[in-house]
Nanobody
Framework: QVQLVESGGGLVQPGGSLRLSCTAS????????QGWYRQAPGKQRELVAV????????NYADSVKGRFTISRDNAKNTVYLQMNSLKPEDTAVYYC?????????WGQGTQVTVSS
């Protein structure tokens, strides 16, 4: 199973930006679907954005449309989540996911805190 490592989280003021990265232990992102999920305290994990391996079609949760962008660099085995115009309600642990068929891999998560 592939290992996924997220990075790029931190503390940012409302209106600020962060870019999260998810790097795989081997070249897998040319297949399947990659996604970013988040889980806030006391809430269920929710889908933020997904991107397909083929044409790179992306879909977003309504709450982040127009603010977040998911992208992928297959040569670097890395998926990114560019987050702009951050709001306090974006505060959560963000997780990277990779799915191929019935196989699903998760990263350990990276904390994003939006606060003044």
């Amino acid at each position: 199973q592939v290992q996924l490592v997220e990075s790029g989280g931190g503390l940012v003021q409302p209106g600020g930006s962060l870019r999260l990265s998810c790097t795989a232990s081997r070249s897998v992102f040319s297949r399947g679907v990659q996604g970013w999920y988040r889980q806030a305290p006391g809430k269920q994990r929710e889908l933020v954005a997904v991107i397909t391996s083929g044409g790179g079609s992306a879909n977003y949760a309504d709450s982040v449309k127009g603010r977040f962008t998911i992208s992928r660099d297959n040569a670097k085995n890395t998926v990114y989540l560019q987050m702009n115009s951050l709001k306090p309600e974006d505060t959560a642990v963000y997780y990277c996911n990779h799915k191929v068929g019935v196989l699903s891999s998760w990263g350990q998560g990276t904390q994003v805190t939006v606060s003044s």
